[in-house]
């Protein structure tokens, strides 16, 4: 047998076994029924069948191929419709009629079975179409070996390389050469080429491996530097780099406090400190991933401390108490929360905000020193709190504090006096000199944004279980 698995048997293949030649009639289970030349039929286990000394499959059909249908729906119009055409021609010259030809109807005198042969009827094809008899005798191979598919016009469907007919060896180094600039300063195509030449002498020898024109080596670098950005921004170079290499499993939490993520960023406004200098702020948030609540959120000047990290610990577990001139909408007795069963735990309750008080179970941090400080990992440890470090460099491991952070910056700090933006390119003239806002005003505006804009307001990633087109 050739081609195939001895170890797989159909019905209809002959075999060796016993000292004789046997035909497989059926397979039922583990069970084979075989039939001797002489007419005799047994039944065998097929285990026992196949570890027997002598056994072999002797005789036995290819198994029947399938029509690509997938593909041949994907291709155009034209293609499958002249393949289609010649499978008119091939089983007419086959048959002596077209396909789909009516019952009784003849078939034309150059291809009557019963007056011409095989060969012949070929030939008046060939000087039917314009074709040389060689072509007709091709198409009738391919359709008996393919089908439909053996029809189509292959040049349809031939897949090129991007880099054409570079050399495999030159195609490497470039590769290689556009990986090592994720992470260095922005350069020119020349510069780059330059690069190349010396990592392709320096490798395989000078005039080793056949360099192409400057156009075509430009042309190259064009086809396999798609997406890096690799002659563009360096900030956007390396954030393209840093994305999953596949598609990565969002994070989802049953309950509150199942996965609290927890991170700081410099926030894109200027702020006021008592020596009347002007600096930029740090934000540091926890963000509970079941429900979206901003837990905490803590304002310092730039240089977080591992002891602000502790503070935001602190603060996600106690009520957040209402200050004067806030609205009385933003009461917990406001709002849906169980406002009196919560008195009974917590009396101080009475005079709290609405934002839910929510005991972490695990905290999701970065490898900032804050984070991975003594103080900070002393202070979860105390409060009974799981750390788990995200994979450095891999800010899809906390995609939701990541996303807030954007969110704040477009629902709240660009409506700030001092607002830097994150682009230099679109930051104003003097905004240092347009700030007002200290440390200790702008968090208590922060916190009652939270409280106002932020928890009213329904996100996009929350949905009702019972209406799942309606967030929440």
Known sequence: MAGRD?????????????????????????SVRLRSEDGAESVVLASFLMAAPDFSVTGTEPLPGLEPSGLLTALPDPVRDAAREWKRHVVEVETGLPP??????????????????????AQAKADELGVSLRTVQGRRARYAQQGLWGLVDQRAVRMSEATGRADARLVAVIREALEAETSASTGTRSRLIRRVVKMVEAAHGEGVVPLPSRNTFYKLI????????????????????????????PTFADRPGEQ?????????????????????????????VATRTICAAVLRPVGTKAVDASLLLARMLVPEPMRPGWSGSLR????????????????????AAARPVIVPDTVVIDGGKVFISDTFIRACDRLGISVQRARPRTPTDKAIVEATFSAINTLFVQHLAGYTVPNVSRRGDRVEERAVWTIPDLQELLDEWILAGWQARPHDSLRDPFRPKKSV
């Open 222 to 249: 064009d086809a396999l530097s798609t997406g890096r950005h690799t002659f563009g921004s360096a900030v956007t170079r390396r954030q393209t780099a840093n994305r999953p290499q596949g598609p990565f499993t």
């Open 332 to 351: 917990m007795a406001a709002s849906r929360m169980p406002h009196r069963r919560l008195l009974d735990v917590d009396t101080r309750m009475e005079q």
């Open 100 to 121: 789909g030809a009516e019952p009784g109807t003849s078939p034309r005198p150059e291809y009557d079975p019963a007056s011409w042969s095989l060969v012949e009827r």
């Open 6 to 30: 001895a170890s797989v048997l159909r019905p209809g293949d002959w075999i060796t076994y016993d000292g004789g030649d046997h035909q497989v009639v059926a397979l039922a289970g583990t």
């Open 260 to 288: 609290v993520q927890i991170d700081s960023t410099p926030l894109d406004v200027m702020v006021v400190l008592d020596s009347g200098l002007t600096v930029r702020a740090d934000l540091t948030i926890a963000v509970d």
